[in-house]
């Protein structure tokens, strides 16, 4: 079945020590997102790839990096993480926003907890 | 800033009822419209998508637009308790379809 995928699903870090997210899509879509979201908020938009695209939100720190080496894959990586970065961060896909096919969709999240 | 309001609920239904859930946005360009449902520590599911003002309808859902009110709404008939969970609406920004904007989230419960 296509899918998007998430590796780890929980991953535990210390303060400080860099950590890489993994997300890969079977879908073949254009677009990929990185979100992170909190208990009981929305999940809110760190990043997306446009193809090669990188398109950086305003407000996402300094310390949160994208790569995208190919269609297929895209890594989120914090360079040191703080206790206020624990959190679920959700990878989604969408095929074509600019042909009207812009509907999301979510892999099942990795779970980052911090001590 | 553009914004997705949902009353955070919970929302509490009995089995087999209607549930009701609404959400207000403030950009009046949004074209698309979606609602997710997610359950606790899981990621959000797709329910359903709606472009056109009116109703659709998909199995026990059925969601509803209306642009001149900036006004969308998920009905769930016949609920039943694996229905609970939060739900979540989100909407395209305008001036691009690449980013959608999501609202905190209703959370439902169906009571057995």
């Known amino acids: 079945d296509a899918m998007v995928i998430q590796n780890p699903r929980y991953q535990v870090t210390q303060f400080g020590k860099p950590v890489t997210l993994s997300c890969s899509q079977t879908l073949n879509h254009n677009v990929m997102y990185w979100y992170q979201q909190k208990s009981s908020q929305a999940p809110k938009l760190l990043f997306h790839?446009?193809?090669?695209?990188?398109?950086n939100e305003a407000d996402t720190p300094d310390n949160f990096q994208s790569r995208r080496p190919n269609t297929s894959f895209c890594f989120l990586d914090i360079r040191s993480p703080g206790l206020g970065d624990a959190a679920m961060y959700l990878c989604?896909?969408?095929?074509?926003?600019?042909?009207?096919?812009?509907?999301?969709?979510f892999g099942p999240g990795t779970r980052l907890l911090v001590l | 800033q553009k914004e997705v309001e949902q009353n955070s609920g919970p929302l509490s239904v009995p089995e087999g009822a209607i549930a009701s859930l609404n959400c207000t946005y403030s950009d009046r360009g949004s074209q698309s419209f979606f609602w997710y449902r997610q359950y606790s520590g899981k990621s959000p599911e797709l329910i359903m998508f709606i472009y056109s003002n009116g109703d659709k309808e998909d199995g026990r859902f059925t969601a509803q637009l209306n642009k001149a009110s900036q006004y969308v709404s998920l009905l769930i008939r016949d609920s039943q308790p694996s229905d609970s969970a939060t739900y979540l609406c989100?909407?395209?920004?305008?001036?691009?379809?690449?980013?959608?904007?999501f609202g905190t989230g209703t959370k439902l419960q169906v009571i057995p």
């Open positions: 989604a896909t969408s095929r074509d926003p600019a042909g009207g096919q812009e509907t999301q969709y």
């Open positions: 790839y446009y193809d090669k695209d990188f398109n």
């Open positions: 989100a909407a395209t920004n305008s001036g691009g379809y690449q980013k959608v904007t």
